[in-house]
């Protein structure tokens, strides 16, 4: 093969592996409406209600975690109605160190089947770990 063959086609893999989807995440999430007026993330002013942390839930975890699901044999498991989804999530959170809570370990992949859905520091994971900061409210 010629070396310009080769630069050629060191191209066109660069190329695909770049428009190539990160299967590691799961779906692309819905944008969550936070209010505010910078791309649809909460504002860092408002606390953050339960609704945005469904949003996020149901989007980047539903399709596995439902019953008849992937993950549809564990205990996180998503309906869409929103005092059972609380409730689901509310057993993967703890208000009292936040960090440590189990829903933030899953989601950036630790101890998570499914792989990393949102990495740390990513606009969802730092949405649903405010959320948890703030007491988990509904």
């Known amino acids: 093969m010629t070396s310009s063959r080769a630069a050629q086609l060191a191209s066109v893999m660069l190329a695909l592996a770049a428009g190539c ?5 799961g779906p692309a999430p819905v944008a969550v409406d936070g209010g505010a007026d910078d ?3 909460p504002s860092t002013d408002a ?3 339960f609704a ?3 949003a996020i839930l149901i989007a980047s975890c539903q399709r596995c975690h ?3 699901g992937e993950a549809g044999d564990t205990t996180f498991l998503l309906t869409g109605d929103a005092a059972a989804d609380f409730a689901t999530a509310g057993r993967f959170v703890a208000v009292d160190a936040p ?3 189990r829903l933030l370990a899953k989601m950036s992949g630790n101890g998570h089947g499914g792989g990393t ?7 969802e994971y730092e ?3 405010r959320w948890i900061q703030e007491g988990a409210p509904q």
């Open 127 to 129: 949405t649903v770990s």
């Open 52 to 54: 945005d942390v469904e």
């Open 66 to 68: 439902a019953t008849g």
């Open 39 to 41: 791309g649809g993330a």
């Open 21 to 25: 989807a990160d299967f590691s995440r």
């Open 117 to 123: 859905v949102h990495a740390a520091g990513t606009p």
């Open 47 to 49: 606390a953050v209600a």
């Open 99 to 101: 960090a440590s809570s």
